[in-house]
């Protein structure tokens, strides 16, 4: 079993920071990539940012240069550092770690809330 939980997610006004966790337990092995998706009310869940067993990194657009995806492997966790936060941010984030040969698994989500 693997298990993700996430936290830091709250709510502040715009142009404030957030910074999310992500610890991953359980059988971790062969992960090849871990990711966060955001979901807002009545949207499609979309990845915000991903980070490869390699180290590079990708983002959507709409968060490139405002949000850093990092880990601590000492930790097994993956933090999103968001920060010049948006109204259009507002979502739910999930976080997905994906394994060679067992797939994708979520965490519960954290919910962030960015008011103008």
């Known amino acids: 079993q693997v298990q993700l939980v996430e936290s830091g997610g709250g709510s502040v006004q715009a142009g404030g920071s957030l910074r999310l966790s992500c610890a991953a337990s359980?059988?971790?092995?062969?992960?090849?990539?871990v990711a966060w998706y955001r979901q807002a009310p009545g949207k499609q869940r979309e990845l915000a940012a991903r980070?490869?067993?390699?180290?590079?990194?990708d983002y959507a657009d709409s968060v490139r240069g405002r949000f850093t995806i990092s880990r601590d492997a000492t930790k097994n966790t993956v933090y999103l550092q968001m920060t010049s936060l948006k109204p259009e941010d507002t979502a739910v984030y999930y976080c997905?770690?994906?394994?060679?040969?067992?797939?994708?698994?979520w965490g519960q989500g954290t919910q962030v809330t960015v008011s103008s």
């Open positions: 997905n770690i994906y394994l060679a040969s067992r797939g994708g698994f």
């Open positions: 359980g059988s971790i092995v062969g992960v090849n990539a």
């Open positions: 980070i490869m067993k390699g180290g590079s990194t």
